[in-house]
């Protein structure tokens, strides 16, 4: 009976193991020449500014979102692009991988606004963002990480922990009644 013990502990700690250790995920380190985001130009109502990405993949579609007040009035050569308080603006990067947008803003813009530069470095997506207010006369700097957007939000791991933890039930259970034979036997 203790080889039956030992063999039910086992699997408890094995499955208690598979269910607590997380994935190892492959590092991403960034390399000089990380891709970023930045505004040049001064941010005024109705003002001009460009936004910038640089250190991209070369001749690769990118995207600059835009967030902010008043951000579904933000324009590009003067047409309105979207019917959206978050508007995109496509583009692609040159041959160096870097690319540059003007935006014009609304006559009404206030407070500040946010960028995510999203496109592809090394084959991999990253995000990059920055963010500049209106009337600072100053553009923002790049505030991204330069890390690409991988892994899972914890809410898609809850059945990985619903099952571990009826895994190690089971094995608690399994355990509990083995005891409790050996005893009535003896």
Known sequence: MKSLRTKIAAVILTAAALVAAPAAAQAYVPTPGSPDAAVSGAPTPGGTVTLVA????????????????????????????????????????????????????????????????????????????????????SGGTGSGSGLPATGVDSGSLMGVWIGGGVLLLGGLAVTVFAVRRQRQGA
Not at 100 to 112: C, I, R, W, Y
């Open 54 to 137: 640089t250190a991209f993949d070369g001749n690769t579609p990118i995207s600059f979102v835009v967030t902010g007040e008043n951000g579904a009035a933000i324009t590009q050569a003067s047409v309105k692009l979207a019917i959206s308080s978050s508007p995109t603006f496509n583009t692609s990067t040159n041959e160096s991988g870097n690319a540059s947008f003007n935006v014009k803003l609304p006559s009404n813009a206030t407070g500040s606004y946010d960028i995510a530069v999203t496109g592809q470095k090394n084959g991999v997506t990253v995000t990059e963002t920055t963010s500049f207010a209106v009337g600072t006369g």
